[in-house]
């Protein structure tokens, strides 16, 4: 499967730990994104990498969040001091460059913060 | 800054076309139109977009009206692994087009 992979699929954490998801684009895809989902929501954009570069940052991403994607093809999501309020799905997609593409997105992380 | 307006929910019985439609009043000319829906607990998964014309694929058909202010999705023989949150998402004007903005969704519930 050649899809958009995410890890771990399910997370539970103590308020005030650190936690850190992956996500594995499809290979070809250049451009990466991080997207947050709260129940009955629709997904919320975080931010999003050109290559390695991280080019736009959504203001829900407070100072607690960074995202990284150091070669330009894995991504990491850390989430430090967690709050309950982070409870959530964590959703990675890719796509190739261009404004008429399609995003790839992957199953998620479900977060759970007790 | 949902730039698009669907209905909470929709039925449609199993082998018929469910017809979803959605509202971008304020679609400019260079902005795409998305489709994508999502199954309790998946990522979302992409369907199908379009600018203006009218654009088919293996799972849906997407109609544009002329003045490209509505659109309509169009699942031909709806099954019941078709009930899902629909998202319909437009794209990519001047300072936007790096994200898609999801709204909260059409649910379309597909009974027997």
């Known amino acids: 499967d050649t899809g958009v992979s995410q890890d771990p699929r399910h997370k539970i954490t103590k308020r005030g730990q650190n936690v850190t998801f992956r996500c594995d684009p499809i290979?070809?895809?250049?451009?990466l994104y991080w997207y947050r989902q709260t129940l009955g929501q629709g997904p919320e954009f975080l931010t999003y990498?050109?290559?390695?570069?991280?080019?736009?940052k959504s203001r829900l991403l407070s100072d607690r969040f960074s995202a990284e994607r150091p070669k330009g093809s894995f991504s990491t999501l850390e989430i430090q001091r967690t709050e309950q309020g982070d409870s959530a799905m964590y959703l990675c997609?890719?796509?190739?460059?261009?404004?008429?593409?399609?995003?790839?997105f992957g199953q998620g992380t479900r977060l759970t913060v007790v | 800054d949902a730039k698009t307006t669907q209905p909470t929910s929709m039925d449609c019985a199993e082998g018929r076309a469910a017809n979803l439609p959605c509202n971008h009043s304020?679609?400019?000319?260079?902005?795409?139109v998305y489709w994508y829906r999502q199954i309790h607990s998946q990522g979302p998964q992409y369907i199908i977009h379009?600018?203006?014309n009218n654009e088919t694929n293996e799972m849906a058909s997407l109609i544009i009206t002329e003045d490209r202010k509505s659109s309509t999705l169009i699942l031909p023989h709806a099954t019941l692994r078709d009930t899902a949150v629909y998202y319909c998402?437009?794209?990519?004007?001047?300072?936007?087009?790096?994200?898609?903005?999801f709204g909260s969704g059409t649910k379309l519930n597909v009974k027997p």
């Open positions: 997609a890719s796509s190739r460059d261009g404004r008429n593409t399609e995003a790839f």
């Open positions: 304020t679609i400019s000319g260079n902005e795409y």
């Open positions: 998402i437009v794209r990519g004007d001047l300072y936007n087009f790096n994200k898609f903005y």
């Open positions: 990498f050109q290559n390695e570069a991280q080019l736009e």
């Open positions: 379009g600018l203006k």
């Open positions: 290979s070809e895809h250049n451009r």
